[in-house]
């Protein structure tokens, strides 16, 4: 009864009311006495309904039927209207009358009103539509950041530290390098202690840190000897304008080559990605992955010649880091299958991605979308947000039969 509309109570509240006189007592004597709180405009229908049903309560067992039947009605006034409610239809001979079905509203199309494009948001909506949909259009849920993200975060701020300090690695002695990055390490997690879960969780992650920190330095020791460059910035904004649509993003790394003059995009990772450079220019080529590409042109239309691009990974501490490095070049060259991390994409390939940006900017502006269809691909559901609101998601092929 608590759950109707004739108790004035929110089904929550009414779901709380009941958790209480289980141990408190009586719920009717609990609302008699004012003994449950409730909002000052729905007391009196709160007290109101408490009263009728002990009234119908404290009626005599053997009371005829009609009588009880005529007493529920008149104390709940059925047959009327509660508001906004359907009328309640009188009932007889155990009959009931359906109401007429509910036109369903027609499908109207949905548009972002976000001015600016990044290419996580890009690679959102490829990756799966209606995860896009929830997290861009409706921000349906609030993603609260995990170790792992909050990991990447601290990581990058102590590299972003070191790079300003020293901007040409190869002139620097590389166990003062090593010594400023681990104290900027400890720094940079410290700052996001309180975001970890536990004192230990926050431990583990700097202890990881600080391994993967001393791997990073050998491999940028060793990069400045065969090819001395200056970091030229770390977290540079990048913002583009493409056929009208406005993209924006932060570059993690620039350097600039001493002898060249050209410039390589540096990305850092912290979780998983390609593990061969084949593998990443597939990617690019399915528009898998845009960020490297609009990073290009970003640099490009800065006045940049942009000779190299990078994927820096630093995830795993027992690994020395490998980066999935790609080298621009202005004729098409077949993909090389190999597991090699060095690769070339052809400009070509940069310019079919820009277009695809293009194109789905103009598929997420122009309002035609009436539907946002799930991902085929079980994995991208093992870390969303969304997959408790999601009962179209994909199961796994192990799953599947047990459903």
Not at 240 to 245: M, N
Not at 346 to 352: D, K
């Amino acid at each position: 009864m608590l759950r109707s509309p004739l108790s004035g109570v929110p089904h929550e509240v009414g779901s709380a009311y009941v958790a209480l006189s289980e141990r408190e007592g009586s719920l009717l004597d609990l609302l008699a006495r004012e003994r449950l709180a409730s909002g000052s405009d729905a007391r009196e229908t709160l007290l109101a309904f408490t009263a009728s049903l002990r009234e119908l309560a404290e009626l005599p067992a053997d009371s005829a039927d009609a009588h009880r039947e005529t007493l529920i009605k008149h104390r709940f006034a059925l047959g009327v209207s509660f508001g906004d409610e359907a009328p309640v239809h009188e009932l007889g001979n155990g009959e009931f009358t359906l109401l007429d079905p509910v036109v369903p509203e027609p499908a109207i199309g949905v548009r972002t009103n976000n001015p600016r494009f990044s290419a996580s948001q890009l690679n959102t909506y490829v990756e799966c539509p209606r995860k896009w949909f929830y997290r861009y259009l409706c921000a349906a849920v609030e993603d609260k950041g995990s170790s792992a993200s909050y990991y990447g975060t601290a990581f990058h701020a102590a590299l972003e530290e070191l790079h300003g300090e020293y901007p040409q690695p190869g002139r620097v002695d590389p166990k003062e390098m090593d010594r400023k990055l681990q104290g900027y390490i400890n720094a940079a997690f410290d700052r996001h202690r309180n975001n970890f879960d536990t004192p230990v969780e926050h431990e583990l992650q700097v202890r990881r840190a600080r391994r993967t920190a001393h791997k990073y330095v050998d491999w940028l020791v060793a990069e400045a000897r065969s090819a001395p460059f200056t970091v030229v910035g770390c977290e540079l904004s990048a913002e583009l304008q493409l056929d009208g649509f406005d993209f924006i993003g932060y570059i993690d790394r620039l350097d600039r080559n001493d002898v060249t003059g050209t410039v390589a995009v540096i990305d850092y990772k912290t979780g998983s990605i390609a593990t061969t450079a084949a593998e990443y220019r597939d990617k690019v080529r399915q528009f898998k992955d845009f960020q490297l590409p609009f990073y290009y042109w970003a640099r490009t239309a800065q006045g940049d010649r942009v000779s190299r691009l990078a994927l820096v990974p630093l995830k795993d501490a027992l690994l020395d880091v490998r980066p999935i490095s790609l080298e621009v070049v202005p004729v098409p060259r077949e993909a090389v299958r190999s597991q090699s991390p060095l690769g070339v994409i052809p400009i070509a390939e940069l310019e079919r991605a820009r277009d695809r940006m293009i194109e789905i900017c103009r598929e997420l502006t122009s309002g035609e979308a009436t539907a946002f269809p799930v991902t085929a691909d079980p994995s991208v559901c093992t870390y969303c947000t969304y997959a408790l609101a999601c009962v179209n998601r994909p199961y796994p092929v192990e799953d599947r039969f047990a459903r």
